[in-house]
């Protein structure tokens, strides 16, 4: 297996990034507006915590009793995926805190990782996942042709949380995707959204009727007018 980034470089990507997560996604959730082909308007919603942030760089680190007695490595220690969080905002990760993924996907997230980590995603398709990968388990993408999150439903909370990250066309990876039109982004504790971080191009507004319980919100042309 060829590796292009060193843990160094990994290092500098995760701690840049995880202080533009904290800052634009932590703690919040974002509603996508979106439409299929019919114009029929579809809403939803994606949740991020701090420790969600490890899933999306494709680094592995040492979780449990049981993986750190079976580790060769005299200074290894139990990092969890919130430590590893606290470890990047804080500018204290080191290369005996993560190893990268034995399946080589570790450098193709950290090539996407800065460009999809933002208040929108860079995201202007959704879709359901259609299982291509055998050893990937998720539910919905996120994304573009070039990079998209994945998100999968928490049984505690009801939320969709980000899960993976995929350096490929979201279309390839979907049963059918919709068009972002617009998303907003929210506190998870306030009850209603406020905050338009997207609207696409192009876009007969007069067509779009958001549905319940999402009637309330404004539409990019009402929010610029």
Same mark, same amino acid.
């Given at each position: 297996?060829?590796?292009?980034?060193?843990?160094?470089?990994?290092?500098?990507?995760?701690?840049?990034?995880?202080?533009?997560?904290?800052?634009?996604?932590?703690?919040?959730?974002?509603?996508?507006?979106?439409?299929?082909?019919?114009?029929? #308007?579809?809403? =939803?919603?994606? !949740?991020?915590?701090?420790?969600?942030?490890?899933? /999306?760089? *494709?680094?592995?680190?040492?979780?449990?009793?049981?993986?750190?007695?079976?580790?060769?490595?005299?200074?290894?220690?139990?990092?969890?995926?919130?430590?590893?969080?606290?470890?990047?905002?804080?500018?204290?990760?080191?290369?005996?805190?993560?190893?990268?993924?034995?399946?080589?996907?570790?450098?193709?997230?950290?090539?996407?990782?800065?460009?999809?980590?933002?208040?929108?995603?860079?995201?202007?398709? #959704?879709?359901? =996942?259609?299982? !291509?990968?055998?050893?990937?388990?998720?539910?919905? /993408?996120? *994304?573009?042709?070039?990079?998209?999150?994945?998100?999968?439903?928490?049984?505690?909370?009801?939320?969709?949380?980000?899960?993976?990250?995929?350096?490929?066309?979201?279309?390839?990876?979907?049963?059918?995707?919709?068009?972002?039109?617009?998303?907003?982004?929210?506190?998870?504790?306030?009850?209603?959204?406020?905050?338009?971080?997207?609207?696409?191009?192009?876009?007969?507004?007069?067509?779009?009727?958001?549905?319940?319980?999402?009637?309330?919100?404004?539409?990019?042309?009402?929010?610029?007018?």
């Amino acid at each position: 297996m060829v590796v292009k980034h060193t843990k160094e470089d990994a290092i500098r990507i995760v701690t840049s990034c995880a202080q533009k997560y904290k800052k634009e996604l932590a703690g919040n959730t974002l509603l996508f507006v979106c439409a299929d082909k019919h114009y029929s #308007i579809l809403c =939803y919603e994606f !949740s991020f915590w701090p420790e969600n942030f490890m899933h /999306l760089t *494709g680094l592995k680190t040492i979780r449990t009793e049981a993986e750190l007695r079976h580790t060769n490595k005299k200074d290894a220690k139990i990092v969890s995926a919130f430590d590893f969080y606290s470890m990047c905002i804080n500018k204290k990760l080191s290369p005996k805190d993560f190893e990268f993924s034995d399946d080589g996907t570790t450098d193709m997230k950290l090539d996407v990782l800065p460009f999809v980590v933002n208040k929108n995603l860079s995201a202007n398709m #959704i879709g359901d =996942y259609n299982s !291509s990968k055998p050893l990937l388990y998720t539910e919905k /993408l996120a *994304g573009n042709t070039k990079a998209c999150i994945g998100f999968k439903k928490d049984v505690g909370t009801g939320l969709f949380l980000p899960n993976t990250m995929l350096k490929e066309d979201l279309r390839d990876n979907v049963y059918e995707h919709v068009r972002v039109l617009a998303t907003y982004r929210k506190k998870q504790n306030e009850d209603k959204y406020q905050e338009l971080t997207y609207a696409a191009k192009k876009v007969d507004w007069s067509r779009v009727k958001i549905p319940s319980p999402f009637d309330y919100i404004l539409l990019p042309n009402e929010t610029m007018s």
